[in-house]
């Protein structure tokens, strides 16, 4: 399977507990990007890297969550200190710049967050 | 924030009918991209059509692009039980360094 890959699928975790989510991009896409969907509502940018480097965070990321690209190939998000407003669908989704389809995103099946 | 808007919110046909979605969005853009995501699973790519375009086409698919309008429509031909899902659009906008913004979605429900 060369998809975008995401483990856990799912994860159940109380309230106060920190929890990390890992994504492995399509091999040869330089770029990685992390959203956030809620029940009803699009998915929500959070952050992006090129290769290793973390370029943008949107506000929506606060202090208590960080992402990580260490190698430029899989990625890390941890949630710190988790709320009951962080339960979401965590999605990962990775593109190329070069070729015809520039930035065409190919999303990884989520990790659903449960916060109790 | 999200910048796209589709329309209808939902839309209910008969297997065999053409399902026509719109969306609208309000900056300048690189490219609109088109997802379909079933219940609680993850987006899966459909179409990409680039800003330069006003055409494209994919199987079932057909995919127009306005810029003029800022706008988009899908068009799924021949439905199908199986297209049951929720549709988004989302805009690569310029300057934006390749987000993508998401519209809320469409829910298609195909009646066998």
């Known amino acids: 399977d060369t998809g975008v890959s995401q483990d856990p699928r799912h994860k159940i975790t109380k309230r106060g507990q920190n929890v990390t989510f890992r994504c492995d991009p399509i091999s040869e896409h330089n770029r990685l990007y992390w959203y956030r969907q809620t029940l009803g509502q699009g998915p929500e940018f959070l952050t992006y890297f090129q290769n290793e480097a973390q370029l943008e965070k949107s506000r929506l990321l606060s202090d208590r969550f960080s992402a990580e690209r260490p190698k430029g190939s899989f990625s890390t998000l941890e949630i710190q200190r988790t709320e009951q407003g962080d339960s979401a669908m965590y999605l990962c989704?990775?593109?190329?710049?070069?070729?015809?389809?520039?930035?065409?995103?190919?999303f990884g099946p989520g990790t659903r967050l449960t916060v109790l | 924030s999200q910048q796209g808007e589709e329309d209808p919110q939902a839309l209910s046909i008969q297997e065999g009918e053409n399902a026509t979605m719109n969306c609208s969005y309000k900056t300048s853009i690189n490219n609109l991209q088109w997802y379909r995501q079933n219940s609680g699973r993850g987006l899966v790519h459909l179409i990409l059509?680039?800003?330069?375009?006003r055409e494209k086409h994919s199987g079932r698919l057909r995919v127009t692009l306005d810029t003029s309008k800022k706008s988009s429509s899908l068009l799924i031909t021949a439905s199908r039980a199986a297209d049951t899902a929720s549709y988004f659009c989302?805009?690569?906008?310029?300057?934006?360094?390749?987000?993508?913004?998401f519209g809320k979605g469409i829910t298609l429900s195909v009646r066998p």
């Open positions: 059509i680039r800003s330069n375009e």
């Open positions: 989704a990775s593109s190329s710049l070069r070729g015809r389809n520039y930035n065409e995103q190919f």
């Open positions: 989302a805009t690569d906008n310029t300057g934006a360094n390749s987000k993508l913004t």
